[in-house]
């Protein structure tokens, strides 16, 4: 403590103690110079007893509300948060905190509206809950180094380089094989297992997620059915054939799996840039297919489906480029909320629970219109009271007025009395 603080504490050193009267000083002092406490909340509040005291002693002091900045909308809010369902408290495990920007110009005051959001923390993934703290740890360091980095990128560039030089031979189809099942896979995977488990559930509970992974499946699906027709013919030998349905299988699960990592940026701790970048990679490679498949790719190799029973045909072009449209919609959604929602989820939704009741609680215009009302009654009571005070003031005056003219009679009589007996006494003299 400085000495400045030292000499605006009094402190008892008998007792170690420092009083009531002092402490509030000091933190008016601080309130002055223009220090909060915020980030000392909930140690504060436990210090006091917890939330439930302050809340009794806040409502058992009769001048609190008046004093409170926001009055009645504040008690309003305090008594919904009360009556929230307690299975929503017991299902939602998470800590739901207030994060809002005072210096945000589109927030005019906290009761415009509320930010609500959600603590993540890193030890706290879905890989802690299946290996444990320790194996967790160990797993994240591992896939975390440098070296499993460089090898992931250098295998990544190698394979864009090869498919373009050695494309459509075994070569290629066993080189896929092994760098899907031993590199990127396993990455993906790891990436996937490494989100905050709270927030993953947050994040599968919600219909973009499911919608994305659908199409991803579906799409992929489709295009195995399409690479295979096409490439694979009756001259090709049958391990080629093997390979290369193989290959189209773990591409299929490892571009779904990816769908799902880039949905899951919400849970895990991935700069903005970082989420901008993939998930507008994401949606130009989708539109690239788009129109590759709609607009490019030969008649030749279309697969056509005869629908005898409705007379109509389906192309398998077709419906893989309307695919890759669906998941390019999703990913420029989600590119677009991460660029321009700093810090804020782009899948997650906040969905508050919804009852009616028979007492509704009393909007701001009708507390306007009684405060009005109380307003008017106490002016016609302060009114009627000032009547009736004059009324008593003016009844005591004629009061007094009465009793000093009956006194006046009353020693003008006396006056009087006294004036007719010297009379008499002069006459008999």
Same mark, same amino acid.
């Given at each position: 403590?400085? $000495? !400045?603080?030292?000499?605006? +504490?009094?402190? @008892?050193? =008998? %007792?170690?103690? /420092?009083?009531?009267?002092?402490?509030?000083?000091?933190?008016? $002092? !601080?309130?002055?110079?223009? +220090?909060?406490? @915020?980030? =000392? %909340?909930?140690? /504060?509040?436990?210090?006091?007893?917890?939330?439930?005291?302050?809340?009794?002693?806040?409502?058992?002091?009769?001048?609190?509300?008046?004093?409170?900045?926001?009055?009645?909308?504040?008690?309003?809010?305090?008594?919904?948060?009360?009556?929230?369902?307690?299975?929503?408290?017991?299902?939602?495990?998470?800590?739901?905190?207030?994060?809002?920007?005072?210096?945000?110009?589109?927030?005019?005051?906290?009761?415009?509206?509320?930010?609500?959001?959600?603590?993540?923390?890193?030890?706290?993934?879905?890989?802690?809950?299946?290996?444990?703290?320790?194996?967790?740890?160990?797993?994240?360091?591992?896939?975390?180094?440098?070296?499993?980095?460089?090898?992931?990128?250098?295998?990544?560039?190698?394979?864009?380089?090869?498919?373009?030089?050695?494309?459509?031979?075994?070569?290629?189809?066993?080189?896929?094989?092994?760098?899907?099942?031993?590199?990127?896979?396993?990455?993906?995977?790891?990436?996937?297992?490494?989100?905050?488990?709270?927030?993953?559930?947050?994040?599968?509970?919600?219909?973009?997620?499911?919608?994305?992974?659908?199409?991803?499946?579906?799409?992929?699906?489709?295009?195995?059915?399409?690479?295979?027709?096409?490439?694979?013919?009756?001259?090709?030998?049958?391990?080629?054939?093997?390979?290369?349905?193989?290959?189209?299988?773990?591409?299929?699960?490892?571009?779904?799996?990816?769908?799902?990592?880039?949905?899951?940026?919400?849970?895990?701790?991935?700069?903005?840039?970082?989420?901008?970048?993939?998930?507008?990679?994401?949606?130009?490679?989708?539109?690239?297919?788009?129109?590759?498949?709609?607009?490019?790719?030969?008649?030749?190799?279309?697969?056509?489906?005869?629908?005898?029973?409705?007379?109509?045909?389906?192309?398998?072009?077709?419906?893989?480029?309307?695919?890759?449209?669906?998941?390019?919609?999703?990913?420029?959604?989600?590119?677009?909320?991460?660029?321009?929602?700093?810090?804020?989820?782009?899948?997650?939704?906040?969905?508050?629970?919804?009852?009616?009741?028979?007492?509704?609680?009393?909007?701001?215009?009708?507390?306007?219109?009684?405060?009005?009302?109380?307003?008017?009654?106490?002016?016609?009571?302060?009114?009627?009271?000032?009547?009736?005070?004059?009324?008593?003031?003016?009844?005591?005056?004629?009061?007094?007025?009465?009793?000093?003219?009956?006194?006046?009679?009353?020693?003008?009589?006396?006056?009087?009395?006294?004036?007719?007996?010297?009379?008499?006494?002069?006459?008999?003299?």
């Amino acid at each position: 403590m400085d $000495k !400045q603080d030292q000499l605006a +504490v009094q402190i @008892d050193y =008998n %007792t170690n103690t /420092i009083s009531r009267e002092s402490l509030k000083k000091f933190h008016n $002092k !601080q309130l002055s110079n223009g +220090v909060k406490n @915020d980030e =000392n %909340t909930l140690q /504060i509040v436990n210090l006091l007893g917890g939330i439930d005291e302050i809340l009794n002693n806040h409502l058992d002091n009769p001048n609190s509300n008046r004093n409170h900045p926001h009055g009645q909308n504040a008690i309003n809010k305090i008594y919904q948060l009360l009556r929230t369902p307690q299975r929503y408290q017991q299902q939602n495990k998470l800590k739901p905190v207030t994060f809002i920007n005072d210096k945000d110009k589109n927030i005019k005051s906290k009761e415009d509206h509320d930010n609500f959001g959600y603590e993540f923390t890193e030890n706290q993934t879905v890989l802690h809950s299946i290996f444990g703290e320790k194996a967790a740890n160990k797993i994240l360091k591992i896939f975390s180094s440098k070296p499993v980095r460089i090898m992931f990128y250098l295998c990544f560039v190698s394979w864009l380089i090869l498919v373009f030089v050695f494309s459509e031979t075994l070569f290629i189809e066993m080189y896929e094989v092994s760098v899907l099942s031993v590199i990127f896979i396993p990455n993906l995977t790891f990436w996937l297992l490494s989100s905050n488990r709270d927030g993953l559930k947050l994040i599968i509970k919600t219909f973009e997620f499911w919608i994305k992974i659908y199409y991803s499946l579906y799409v992929h699906t489709l295009g195995c059915i399409y690479y295979h027709h096409r490439d694979v013919s009756d001259d090709k030998p049958y391990i080629y054939t093997t390979i290369n349905l193989t290959s189209s299988i773990l591409w299929i699960f490892a571009l779904t799996l990816w769908t799902a990592v880039i949905s899951s940026f919400d849970a895990m701790n991935v700069s903005r840039g970082w989420k901008v970048f993939f998930c507008s990679l994401a949606a130009v490679s989708c539109i690239m297919y788009s129109i590759e498949y709609q607009f490019l790719s030969d008649q030749k190799d279309d697969i056509i489906v005869h629908i005898k029973a409705t007379n109509s045909i389906l192309s398998f072009q077709s419906l893989i480029a309307d695919a890759y449209s669906v998941l390019a919609i999703f990913f420029m959604k989600q590119a677009f909320f991460a660029y321009s929602r700093k810090g804020r989820a782009t899948i997650i939704k906040y969905v508050p629970f919804i009852k009616w009741i028979d007492n509704p609680i009393i909007t701001m215009k009708q507390l306007a219109d009684n405060n009005r009302n109380d307003t008017t009654k106490n002016e016609s009571r302060e009114t009627k009271d000032d009547e009736t005070e004059m009324c008593e003031i003016t009844v005591k005056r004629c009061e007094m007025k009465e009793k000093n003219e009956t006194e006046n009679d009353i020693s003008t009589d006396e006056d009087k009395s006294s004036d007719d007996s010297d009379d008499l006494s002069s006459v008999k003299l």
